[in-house]
């Protein structure tokens, strides 16, 4: 096929070229990154709906996964090759965005997930174009890469190349570099980690602060949509840990650091390969940011319960390809709300103040809710998609969307709701309930059980899974003599459409009582 200059493309959008940032009153968007490599699978355009008809720009990066090399750099092989383009943009009011392929070739079909964001994707002239009403962060399935085929265990074509929109709320106190107390840092600039300032403001381009660069209580860290800073955010002191903000639309990437088990030398610290980890979080805010190829624990805010300062994680987006490349630990103080997790480790473990409007995607291993810390006070998790729940095997405890894996102690689940959950994916590789509070063949040995305690009083509420396991396999309930299952509800829980009414439904043993149905 023939294929058309970049030049040519964009020329029929009637793009209008801007300056770094681009803002009309209702559209920001970033349109170069000095220094950074724009994707070379797929090219997007915006443009506001409230009286601008200018097509413009925003910068598309890629986070790709390396070749994945067994006990060497904790890469799945599975996923060697794939990547993931993403652009972010500002927005307060309906955008329209275009979506073309770089090399020229025209695009068939495409789906946007979550649905509820957009209820139809046009392809015109080998194009695909949307409309946003308002802020979203959503993937774009291109020709059905992910949708019309099982990407999951087995898998063996060729690389998946998939896309994400990133049309976030408008920044409305974003710092100016010259401003009193804000310290601007230019690319290639060593960056200090203590001073008088009160704000570090990562110019345009690419950064590199290296593992471990501490952050400091009372201090905020901007990295604008123009930024990709290398290297990960530390502190390790439990009373310097509090009050610290990070945001901007900009990256915080982990792809030139090794996961700590294959760094060579070895870091002291394996936390300092996590890309946040903060101890003593109360009241430190982590918004819009995404972290790209995590090297370890994406984002690890450590915090007990403090009433008047919660940790709070909002708008950030994950991306990791690595052996525990987990999403997010919430803890006790953690409230997590409008964020978009991509891990091939666990997504979220559900604890803390609760998960609201949060999009969810595996697609080798790991699970989307964790229930291993699930607390037994009130908790709610709602409004919530997991669109792609793949994994690369199934015989083992781990993955699924929902998932007890015989780990933790203590009663829990009293007040805890899960309401609105929508699983999309049409072809989950797994079950989505695998609640075992002891191991069950041939899933996981019988002797790995939780310690202590009942899992008591869950309300599920609303959960739609719009495909069941593509391997059969089926739900699980599975208690054990110390550790039951009981006064569990389901509230309207359907799959493919039909309403779950009994225990049928589910695989379980004599230590489950109580289920209702609704």
């Not at 996964?65 to 090759?81: P, R, V």
């Not at 003593?280 to 624990?297: C, K, L, N, Q």
């Amino acid at each position: 096929m023939h294929k058309l200059p970049l030049s040519t493309l964009w020329l029929a959008f009637s793009l209008v070229s801007v300056v770094a940032v681009a803002e009309t009153p209702s559209l920001i968007v970033y349109d170069e990154i000095p220094g950074a490599a724009q994707s070379d699978q797929y090219m997007v355009a915006v443009r506001s709906l409230k009286g601008e008809t200018k097509w413009q720009r925003p910068f598309p990066l890629i986070t790709r996964c390396k070749e994945g090399i067994k006990g060497e750099n904790g890469y799945f092989s599975h996923l060697s090759g794939w990547s993931n383009t993403y652009v972010n943009f500002e927005m307060d009011a309906p955008v329209e965005i275009a979506i073309a392929r770089t090399n020229g070739q025209p695009i068939r079909k495409a789906t946007v997930r979550p649905h509820r964001h957009a209820q139809s994707c046009r392809v015109r002239n080998g194009r695909a174009y949307f409309t946003l009403e308002q802020p979203g962060l959503v993937a774009v399935d291109i020709d059905g890469q992910m949708d019309d085929q099982d990407t999951g265990m087995g898998y063996s074509g060729p690389p998946i190349h998939t896309l994400t929109i990133f049309a976030n709320p408008i920044l409305v106190d974003r710092p100016e570099p010259n401003s009193p107390g804000v310290l601007a840092v230019m690319p290639g600039q060593k960056t200090p980690s203590e001073g008088p300032w009160k704000t570090l403001y990562f110019l345009p381009g690419v950064h590199d602060i290296g593992a471990g660069f501490p952050v400091h209580a009372n201090k905020q860290y901007y990295i604008p949509g123009d930024a990709v800073v290398h290297g990960t955010l530390t502190n390790h002191a439990w009373g310097d840990g509090h009050d610290i903000r990070i945001f901007g639309y900009g990256t915080l990437s982990g792809e030139r650091l090794a996961h700590p088990k294959h760094a060579r030398p070895r870091p002291k610290e394996a936390r300092d390969h996590n890309p946040i980890h903060i101890a003593g979080a109360a009241g430190t805010t982590v918004e819009g940011i995404t972290i790209a190829d995590s090297a370890h624990h994406s984002l690890m805010l450590l915090a007990p319960y403090v009433e008047d300062k919660p940790t709070t994680v909002r708008w950030t987006k994950i991306f990791s390809w690595r052996v525990n490349g987990d999403g997010i630990n919430p803890f006790d103080n953690g409230m997590i709300e409008d964020c978009f997790i991509r891990t091939q480790d666990d997504s979220c473990y559900v604890n803390g103040r609760g998960i609201r409007r949060v999009t969810y995607w595996n697609d080798y291993n790991g699970s989307s809710f964790v229930l291993s810390a699930l607390p037994n006070r009130p908790l709610i998790v709602e409004d919530c998609d997991v669109i792609y729940s793949r994994a690369g095997w199934h015989k083992w405890g781990g993955g699924r969307v929902f998932n007890m894996r015989g780990e933790g102690e203590g009663d829990c689940g009293a007040g805890v709701i899960f309401r609105n959950i929508r699983v999309e994916d049409p072809r989950p590789t797994l079950q989505q309930f695998m609640i075992m509070m002891k191991g069950v063949e041939p899933y996981e040995r019988e002797a790995k059980r939780r310690k202590t305690g009942d899992l008591s009083g869950v309300l599920f509420q609303n959960i739609s899974v719009a495909a069941p396991s593509v391997l059969g396999e089926k739900d699980y309930l599975w208690g054990a003599s110390n550790t039951k299952i009981k006064n569990i509800t389901f509230d309207n829980f359907t799959v493919g459409g039909q309403r779950v009414r009994s225990m049928d439904h589910f695989q379980t043993n004599e230590f489950v009582e109580g289920i209702e149905f609704r």
